[in-house]
C-alpha cells in the first residue's frame, strides 16, 4: 500500500513517447554529463546547459534525446552501447553534441516525489509552485546505467507564491506496482508545468529590463 520508489526520475513530459512534444535543438554546453528528462537553461551563449537547483533565472525545459554535431547520428560516448566500458546511454562531459529539448512553455510533466520535508498535500497544493532537487550533488546529476536524470520534485519547497521553478498541476493517474493506486505522500507522482520559464513572455520582458539573468 505504499507509492512505488524510484520509478519515474527526472522532469517527462507527459505525452512521451507517442504523443506531440514540441522539440527543438540545442548546442550542448557539457562542462558535466548530461542525461534524459533533465531539466536545461540556455546560458547566453546560446548553448544549453544543466540547471542548478533552486535557480530562479527560470529554465527552457528538459532533455529528451542527443544527436550529434551533424545531426546525422547519436554523439560520441552514445553510439557503440554494447561496449559499456567507454559507451553509455547520456551526453558523456566535452562531447560536442546536439540537444533535444522539449521547451514549450505550456509543456506538462509528470516527477516523482522525494521524502524530504512534508507530504505534497493533495488537490490542497494545486496551484502552488515547488523546485526540484538532484537525488545527489549536481555533478553527479543521473543514472548511466539507465541515461535518466537523477531529479525529484522538492516537496520540502512547496509554497502558495509564485517562487518556485515548477507549478504543481495535479497528482498522475497512475497504478502502483501493488495495484494501489498513486497517492500523495512518499514517492508519489505528481503533474507539474515550468513556472519560471525562459520562454514565456512574461520572462523575457523581464529578461530584457535585466531583473532576471
Do not use: C
Not at 93 to 110: E, Y
Amino acid at each position: 500500500m505504499a507509492n512505488d520508489e524510484r520509478t519515474l526520475m527526472g522532469l517527462r513530459p507527459v505525452r512521451q513517447p507517442f504523443g506531440a512534444v514540441q522539440v527543438n535543438y540545442y548546442r550542448a554546453n557539457t562542462a558535466i554529463n548530461m542525461f534524459r528528462y533533465q531539466p536545461v537553461v540556455l546560458n547566453n551563449s546560446g548553448q544549453v546547459q544543466v540547471a542548478a537547483i533552486a535557480d530562479l533565472s527560470g529554465i527552457l525545459g528538459v532533455t529528451v534525446g542527443f544527436l550529434d554535431a551533424n545531426f546525422a547520428s547519436l554523439p560520441g560516448g552514445m553510439d557503440r552501447l554494447a561496449d559499456s566500458s567507454t559507451t553509455g546511454p547520456f551526453l558523456p562531459s566535452g562531447n560536442n553534441a546536439m540537444v533535444a529539448v522539449a521547451d514549450n512553455p505550456d509543456q506538462l510533466f509528470v516527477v516523482e516525489e522525494d521524502t524530504g520535508g512534508t507530504p505534497i498535500i493533495n488537490v490542497q497544493s494545486i496551484g502552488q509552485t515547488v523546485d526540484f532537487v538532484y537525488l545527489t550533488a549536481v555533478t553527479d546529476n543521473g543514472n548511466t546505467t539507465t541515461g535518466i536524470a537523477n531529479v525529484l520534485l522538492d516537496r520540502s519547497t512547496t509554497g502558495n507564491n509564485t517562487g518556485g521553478i515548477l507549478t504543481i498541476v495535479g497528482l498522475q493517474n497512475t497504478v502502483n506496482q501493488d495495484g494501489t493506486l498513486n497517492a500523495a505522500g512518499n514517492f508519489s507522482k505528481w503533474i507539474v508545468k515550468i513556472n519560471a520559464h525562459q520562454n514565456a513572455a512574461d520572462h523575457r520582458n523581464m529578461s530584457a529590463l535585466g531583473l532576471v539573468g
